[in-house]
């Protein structure tokens, strides 16, 4: 299992953690070999579980222009029609896509083009799935014009577990479905913004893959 860059000063210090705490229990319970037991049991599940979610997947991905794939792994959690006020300023579908800790938390560029916009906002931490949480969470907020010029508008939210978000894009930089763009440790979200005539292929409580589930068509 490959394992992302933004996962190994996470996973040393947990590794350094339970290794101490193992020793620990080790030396003042020396005697006691079922704590022992449960101390290496209990640690290397707790092991298992950061190393599980900061996997990092090889996908094949096979993109035809007018395609909107998936940025992220995880649940639609809602698709409706809102107005978009941070940059594109009129109406647009959202999909949501909630990530549980359990799902692979790397972002993807959803489309071919050139990065339009870019912005960080610092915010609280509320749950992903709150609606509230696109206004007020930490996140980032990304618009990719396509080569047909119509701009493509996806936001990174953090989660109440999260509190950390990672983009590797910049203003004016090229855009390529497929390409990470970023990471968010922990429960997180991703909306995307399509305009109006797209053609949704998902519904809500579908789960979606990264780089593989085309969720709409322009």
């Not at 070999?33 to 950061?50: C, G, P, Y």
């Not at 007018?66 to 698709?79: C, F, M, R, Y």
């Not at 497929?178 to 998902?202: W, Y």
Request: glycine fraction near 6%; charged fraction near 20%; include cysteine.
């Amino acid at each position: 299992m490959k394992i992302h860059k933004e996962g190994y000063k996470t996973l040393a210090i947990i590794l350094f953690v339970l290794i101490i705490i193992n020793v620990l229990v080790f030396i003042f319970l020396c005697p006691c070999s079922f704590a022992r037991e449960i101390s290496l049991t209990a640690s290397s599940l707790v092991f298992l579980f950061f190393l599980q979610f900061f996997r990092s997947p090889n996908r094949t991905v096979n993109y035809t222009e007018g395609q909107i794939l998936s940025p992220a792994d995880g649940k639609v959690v809602v698709i409706e029609k809102t107005t978009e006020n941070e940059y594109l300023k009129d109406e647009r579908i959202m999909i949501s896509v909630f990530m549980s800790t359990w799902n692979v938390h790397i972002n993807w560029f959803p489309v071919n083009g050139e990065v339009t916009y870019y912005k960080y906002h610092a915010g609280k931490f509320l749950l992903a799935i709150n609606p509230k949480s696109s206004l007020e969470n930490e996140r980032t907020t990304v618009a990719v014009k396509t080569i047909s010029g119509t701009e493509i508008l996806f936001r990174q939210i953090a989660g109440i577990v999260a509190r950390r978000i990672i983009s590797n894009t910049a203003q004016n930089s090229p855009a390529k479905a497929g390409k990470e763009f970023g990471f968010i440790k922990f429960g997180s979200r991703v909306d995307i913004f399509l305009p109006l005539n797209a053609k949704i292929n998902v519904k809500i409580g579908d789960k979606v893959k990264g780089t593989q589930t085309i969720l709409a068509e322009l």
